[in-house]
């Protein structure tokens, strides 16, 4: 198969992942997968930004965050260098290119002898570079680089995609249970009024100082209150003969 036709087969591949189907991580460790398999690699690295710093956050290999440690530890690198100047960096033979002369003798060690680093970019913003590596002198001069970033583009715009419905879920899931919580502590300040005469205003400040007092959330004082009443009334109810 031509190195184009595979590029165009790894595009497909990406857009038929369904975003649903697993964490970020897992989309991660997808893309590495795919890269390999569209742009023949041997094997495949992610660099983002890990607790502030770049790190190679998920990789085909073992070998792969080895090479990579020694570009984090300098600052310099065709990674991050693809990563800050959205550039595609290919380096043909790791023991003859003198633009990242640690990061090449690094991967010459571990048997790495092309590399390609690719910028993912979604909407104006670098996110990380993918970075791919190769035994074989010169691996990734046959494909052709608008189509490999072409590739590139389409894995960011799902890692994008991806990382927006999460936050979104978890957007859902945070109303959810803010509206849950509202719906205890109405449930409690009506309980309060009904036992003590009091309005609404002063009901809800009789929870706010138990909260403040036990040193507890609100909600945690409402679902206490709530669950004491249907206590009370369970045991008030009748038996059935």
Not at 47 to 75: H, K, N
Not at 150 to 166: D, E, G, I, R
Not at 191 to 207: H, K, N, P, T
Request: with cysteine; glycine share 6%; aromatic share 4%.
């Amino acid at each position: 198969m031509a190195a184009n036709d595979q590029i165009a087969e790894g595009v497909a591949a990406l857009a038929q992942f369904f975003i649903g189907e697993g964490t970020l991580g897992d989309t991660l460790t997808k893309v590495s997968d795919l890269a390999c398999d569209a742009l023949s690699a041997d094997m495949a690295g992610i660099t983002m930004l890990a607790d502030g710093v770049p790190a190679t956050a998920v990789f085909t290999d073992t070998t792969a965050p080895e090479i990579d440690a020694e570009q984090y530890r300098s600052g310099v690198g065709p990674c991050i260098d693809a990563w800050c100047r959205q550039v595609v960096n290919r380096i043909d033979d790791t023991t003859a290119d003198q633009r990242w002369s640690r990061f090449c003798a690094s991967a010459a060690d571990h048997g790495v002898r092309s590399t390609l680093s690719l910028p993912l970019v979604a909407k104006g913003e670098g996110i990380g570079a993918l970075n791919l590596y190769s035994k074989q002198v010169a691996n990734f001069a046959k494909h052709d680089t608008g189509q490999a970033q072409t590739w590139a583009s389409a894995a960011a715009t799902l890692l994008a995609n991806v990382s927006a419905y999460q936050d979104s879920r978890e957007l859902t899931e945070n109303l959810r249970q803010a509206l849950t919580s509202r719906s205890k502590i109405d449930q409690a300040v009506g309980i309060v009024m009904s036992a003590g005469g009091r309005d609404a205003d002063e009901a809800f400040q009789v929870l706010v100082r138990a909260s403040q007092r036990e040193n507890r959330k609100l909600r945690e004082i409402a679902a206490d209150i709530v669950s004491a009443a249907v206590e009370r009334q369970s045991t008030r109810l009748p038996e059935h003969p």
